[in-house]
């Protein structure tokens, strides 16, 4: 194709935008409510999906074992354990030190009487693996794994924590991808409207067009042009004003329940637009392409 | 060296029949009834030789605006076959259309002149849809205008131009893609006589640099003077075909 014809066609894409002011404007309204808000559950399951990644990464299974066992055998145990793809990292607690740590909490305050056990260890037999899982979904499986291990004796789990945390970033995804679908069908369904609408108006020169050889493509074109700009303009749009808006609503739900900013941590605003920013302009370019494309196939059998 | 005739329309080895180098268009026992199922072109035979001025005419539903619909492959026969320089279009696939088309030149008795462009715009409008580069188009435009007499009002829209103005554009519109045939339905229904006259001069201007020419009228003041290949149609059959004749009923 020749460069001119693309400049042609990129010029009667946007002449069309301004032939229909009325129509543009509601389509591009339309497409900018629909990626703000999807832009707002984009951010919202980002901000949980980060949050439930940091609980699960504070999660974590603890693994006793056998009287008698090695700390030769623990420590490769741990190696084994540690391979495994549900698990982040392990960290192991000998005998002494569980002592250790454990008289310093139970005796505070009368350390004398901790002298009383020295070179006895009660917890001789207690030494641990921590193992922090990389997913809390995958508890179970690690349970049923270690407990299948014969020199585990015991193995201590937070079974409700664990399911909850999966339970409540599955909930938060499927709601989000239901609405954010419904928008999007939405707004397929108003960009072919305004297209439609511009093919009306230009019926008769799409005809002359015809007449005189253009090709499908060359008529199609402006109105594929139309159709991404609208697209494109409705998706910048309402990424710039969350750009902008993310910060100040953190900042003012953080003041407003000071409770939570010991649990929430959020994500700042690059982290999440390192994803939204292309997510949101493909989708923006990918709902426009799709309603003009579709609506110029079924309108322009000439 | 003719300006126009020379477009190929259709590339080397797309040849479908054994006619001659002569013929441009034949047809041979085209039928065309509409899905209302009115009958509109009832067994047509016809041959139009390359470079001939042809008028069809007869009353209105006589089926002469079919025809010219199934040259431009806007329908399709419903029996019989039509062929354009050797090419079965019956056979013709959709993407191959608007090559096609590209060989035909296609004026109307309403203009269809794009009302939101001027004179200028309207004559490159065709060019541009045929990917011409820019440059081309920067000179053939002006040619084209000052052959159908219209250099000075590249800059007017069409609601500022006349009828005969206006048809003026539409024909240097058809012209300049240098066409092998140039369809004209009925282009001088909305003319006075003057500027029927003008059209008609310009059309047989072209003729003679080697266009077929084929002209859908009711004019017979016009037809009965140019003495041209008339070709009369009545409920969809042709009722006569007589060269250097007169208009008939």
Redesign the interface.
């Known amino acids: 194709?020749?460069f001119?014809?693309i400049v042609?066609c990129l010029k009667q894409g946007i002449k069309n935008i301004f032939r229909n002011k009325l129509f543009s404007l509601a389509s591009i309204s339309t497409m900018a409510a629909c990626i703000f808000l999807f832009g707002l559950f984009y951010s919202i399951v980002m901000n949980v999906q980060f949050m439930v990644k940091e609980a699960e990464s504070s999660l974590c299974v603890t693994v006793f074992f056998e009287p008698g066992t090695s700390e030769t055998r623990i420590s490769v145990l741990g190696q084994q354990i540690a391979g495994r793809n549900e698990v982040s990292h392990v960290e192991y607690t000998s005998a002494d030190e569980a002592w250790d740590s454990f008289k310093d909490v139970y005796f505070e305050g009368n350390e004398e009487y901790a002298k009383a056990f020295m070179g006895d260890n009660p917890l001789i037999n207690c030494a641990y693996q921590t193992i922090y899982l990389s997913e809390a979904s995958m508890q179970e499986s690690l349970v049923n794994y270690l407990e299948s291990i014969p020199d585990v004796r015991k193995v201590n789990k937070s079974e409700l924590t664990a399911n909850s945390f999966a339970d409540f970033g599955m909930l938060i995804g499927y709601v989000s991808g239901a609405i954010i679908l419904i928008l999007l069908a939405v707004a397929v369904f108003l960009i072919s409207n305004t297209v439609s609408v511009g093919i009306t108006v230009r019926r008769?020169?799409i005809?002359?067009?015809?007449?005189?050889?253009?090709?499908?493509f060359?008529v199609r074109a402006p109105f594929l042009v139309e159709g991404i700009l609208i697209g494109l303009v409705g998706a910048a749009i309402p990424l710039a004003a969350i750009y902008y808006l993310y910060g100040s609503v953190i900042s003012y739900v953080l003041e407003q329940f000071s409770i939570l900013s010991s649990v929430m941590v959020f994500l700042p605003i690059t982290d999440v637009f390192r994803s939204l920013l292309p997510v949101g302009l493909i989708l923006g370019v990918g709902i426009g392409f799709l309603g003009s494309s579709t609506t110029t196939r079924k309108h322009l059998r000439v | 060296m003719s300006p126009w005739g020379s477009r190929k329309l259709f590339l080397r080895g797309d040849i479908d029949c054994i006619y001659g180098e002569y013929e441009m268009i034949v047809f041979e026992n085209v039928s065309k009834t509409y899905e209302t199922g009115t009958p509109a072109l009832n067994n047509v035979n016809l041959k139009i030789e390359k470079g001939e001025f042809v008028f069809i005419v007869g009353n209105s539903g006589s089926g002469k605006s079919t025809l010219i619909k199934l040259l431009?492959k806007?329908l399709e026969p419903s029996g019989g076959k039509i062929y354009v320089n050797n090419k079965l279009l019956n056979r013709m696939k959709r993407?191959h259309i608007?090559?096609?088309?590209?060989g035909?030149g296609?004026v109307f008795q309403d203009f269809?002149l794009?009302k939101d462009r001027n004179v200028y715009e309207n004559i490159a409008?065709?060019q541009?849809?045929?990917?011409t580069?820019?440059r081309v188009i920067r000179r053939q435009v002006p040619s084209m205008l000052s052959l159908v007499g219209l250099a000075e009002k590249y800059r007017s829209y069409p609601k500022q131009l006349s009828g005969g103005e206006q048809q003026r554009v539409a024909l240097a519109?058809?012209l300049v893609?240098n066409p092998a045939i140039l369809l004209a339905d009925e282009p001088t229904g909305n003319l006075d006589p003057r500027n029927s006259w003008e059209i008609m001069r310009l059309l047989e201007e072209i003729n003679k640099r080697g266009t077929t020419v084929l002209v859908v009228t009711h004019n017979q003041e016009i037809v009965d003077a140019m003495k041209k290949r008339v070709i009369t149609m009545h409920k969809g059959l042709i009722t006569s075909d007589e060269k250097k004749s007169g208009y008939h009923q």
């Open positions: 194709m020749r001119n014809t042609y008769e020169e005809s002359i067009m015809k007449l005189i050889g253009a090709t499908d060359f | 431009l806007e993407r608007p090559r096609y088309r590209r035909l296609v269809r794009l409008f065709a541009r849809v045929v990917g580069p820019a519109r058809a893609n």
